[in-house]
């Protein structure tokens, strides 16, 4: 594996070994001894999956408050996705700072997010998988939901129609939201 900074204080692209032949491929999705090796010391609690049918559905920005806030490990199984963070750690040295790592089947790639960041998605292709691990349980009542295109954050989504869901479509900006977290 290798492991490269993804901008925002953090945030970390995690790259497999693959292995190949004729046949096709093999690699690790997820190994707790060589992320801990890589300095990554997150147990891991819960796995989610979703699926989106078409190209252009934005999920998100979402995150959990305290004492309930989520570490993510995010991968696309299927299709192409646009990854997108952003840090609101009050006093961190990227506070506000967003970055957008492009996740599919293809690359493998995995994307390491830590408590304290806003977390979204574009589908840059039909029928899309995303399998994530987080490290603390769901919680409805600190489940959160913030404005994609908030002008303070300023994403470009690079999407003019978005398919959103009534949560997504409904959230609040930042400014208005109950989300805060320190760094």
């Known amino acids: 594996?290798?492991?490269?900074?993804?901008?925002?204080?953090?945030?970390?692209?995690?790259?497999p070994d693959i292995f190949g032949d004729n046949r096709g491929w093999f690699y690790e999705s997820y190994s707790l001894k060589k992320l801990?090796?890589?300095g990554i010391n997150t147990v891991f609690v819960q796995d989610n999956r979703s699926f989106s049918a078409f190209k252009n559905t934005v999920?998100?920005?979402?995150?959990?408050?305290?004492?309930?806030?989520?570490t993510k490990l995010i991968t696309c199984t299927r299709g192409c996705i646009n990854d997108f963070v952003v840090d609101i750690r009050k006093g961190?040295?990227?506070?506000?700072?967003?970055?957008?790592?492009?996740?599919?089947?293809?690359?493998?790639?995995?994307?390491?997010?830590?408590?304290?960041?806003?977390?979204?998605?574009?589908?840059?292709?039909d029928n899309v998988e995303v399998l994530y691990k987080?490290?603390?349980?769901?919680?409805?009542?600190?489940?959160?939901?913030?404005?994609?295109?908030?002008?303070?954050i300023g994403i470009d989504?690079?999407?003019?129609s978005p398919l959103l869901s009534a949560k997504d479509a409904s959230a609040p900006l930042l400014k208005d939201s109950d989300v805060s977290f320190v760094y």
């Open 1 to 15: 594996m290798v492991i490269t900074d993804a901008g925002p204080d953090g945030c970390k692209i995690i790259e």
């Open 36 to 38: 801990e090796e890589l």
């Open 59 to 70: 999920r998100g920005l979402h995150c959990q408050t305290e004492p309930m806030a989520q």
């Open 92 to 125: 961190s040295p990227t506070y506000m700072k967003w970055v957008k790592v492009e996740l599919s089947d293809e690359n493998k790639r995995l994307f390491y997010i830590p408590r304290g960041f806003l977390h979204g998605f574009v589908t840059v292709s």
């Open 134 to 152: 987080v490290d603390n349980f769901y919680s409805r009542e600190h489940d959160r939901s913030v404005c994609y295109d908030d002008p303070e």
């Open 157 to 160: 989504w690079n999407v003019s």
